[in-house]
């Protein structure tokens, strides 16, 4: 009797047992962006270091590692930091009218002074020499790359019970003069560090009714835009509840939609 | 006698393992940008359904979930993108002279028709209306969402045996009319995913000599752009070696720069 073809391939590659499958599912579902609760607690060196390593072990474009990582501790850097997040967030509170200005102004959108560790990641746009492989046709594949490596960086935290938020509401052009960080060397991202009591159930924005999580299924094309589940009958890979199927948690958690 | 901080979050927090942690760093560690030796096997709806479901449980600004995935598994779609990938490539050789040119030839840079299955990743810019909480700064943030649910998937593909390659040397403006994608929505990824009989110890391109993996001590700055670990004596996060440390992997395996 013939093999399955994937239990071979399996065996080979020394698979992932169920129990790690499930540890790598589990950090992608309970990964959040934290901005509060940070304990004062400094993150020991050789852990950032391994937060840094899963970070620097992204793919990217020609094997180009166009990031770069700046560790900030000091109280008076993020002070600093603090006063451009309140510059920026003054103009973005003016987007907004009513009860959804209100709702806003009630949002914690940054730990930036109670995280013990601020970390700045930038991308090279010119590491690699002028032609790196496979940039010819979309340039930004440099950023893309980058932010890979910080989605590695968010999960390895997780695991370690560090929780990370991403601080958009900056200028990064104001950020790059208070860092000293060159002209030609773009900011990507502007993350918050620390152990937390506690993560999360829900993303902050959702538990806040900002906005509610979209079904994976109006999110799922086939072969063409806009060719939906629905006409691909039983092959449909999302069933109408968004549910994920088949991962099959020994504890029995489900994660829905 | 005080507990210690990290200990009381930890349990609070349902802590990761030591066995889940080191489940993490592994799929971090030995994820591979996959361009060859996929199994023709299809990979089964519900599996598709999981990796689905890890990427749209990326963070997204302002809980945007900007992302939309075209599956793609027919033949003639797969010939028609490989054939784009053959004229963006014609283009990108002319870059290069000599013994570059030569090894470039020699590198496979893509699996399209090879891989069972294909997936478009798009990213909707006008998806959460015109003020998205956490974009009026940096625009962008959304791609860089989407790019965090690539990641997302391609870690979650890993522990499922399953090989995903990026390819880049793509017109993506003639891949959204292939696949009938809006002019207003914007691709960021074309991947191919396929079981494969094993996963490469090192990245293609490092093994092919390419390019190096470069010490993480260089991509590592204290405060500001440019002070350097030296500068930080004991409290330096990255020692000489660039090396990871710390992480214990109970089979001793060690994953150096």
Same mark, same amino acid.
């Given at each position: 009797m013939k093999k399955d073809p994937i239990q071979i391939a399996r065996a080979k590659n020394r698979a992932f047992s169920q129990s790690e499958r499930e540890a790598v599912y589990r950090a992608i579902f309970e990964r959040r962006d934290v901005r509060r609760n940070f304990l004062p607690h400094p993150i020991p060196s050789h852990v950032v270091r391994r937060l840094l390593m899963a970070a620097h072990h992204a793919g990217s474009v020609g094997f180009m590692q166009p990031w770069d990582f700046i560790v900030i501790q000091q109280r008076a850097t993020k002070r600093d930091v603090k006063q451009l997040f309140i510059d920026a967030n003054e103009r973005a509170i003016q987007q907004y009218r009513g009860t959804k200005a209100a709702l806003y102004r009630e949002l914690? $959108? %940054?730990g930036i002074e109670e995280a013990p560790l601020n970390l700045c990641v930038t991308c090279t746009r010119q590491r690699g020499g002028?032609?790196? $492989?496979? =940039? /010819?046709?979309?340039?930004?594949t440099d950023i893309y790359s980058t932010c890979c490596a910080i989605q590695n960086l968010w999960l390895a935290a997780r695991v370690e019970g560090i929780g990370v938020g991403w601080v958009s509401i900056l200028d990064y052009d104001a950020l790059k003069r208070l860092l000293g960080i060159p002209r030609s060397i773009k900011v990507v991202a502007y993350l918050c560090l620390g152990y937390v009591e506690a993560f999360a159930s829900q993303p902050d924005l959702e538990q806040a009714g900002w906005r509610q999580r979209l079904a994976l299924e109006q999110l799922v094309h086939y %072969? =063409?835009?806009?060719?939906? /589940? %629905?006409?691909?009958g039983k092959h449909d890979i999302v069933d109408g509840s968004g549910r994920v199927e088949g991962i099959g948690f020994s504890d029995g958690r489900q994660y829905r939609k």
């Open positions: 914690k $959108l %940054e002028p032609h790196v $492989l496979g =940039r /010819a046709t979309i340039r930004d %072969e =063409r835009w806009g060719n939906r /589940a %629905e006409s691909m």
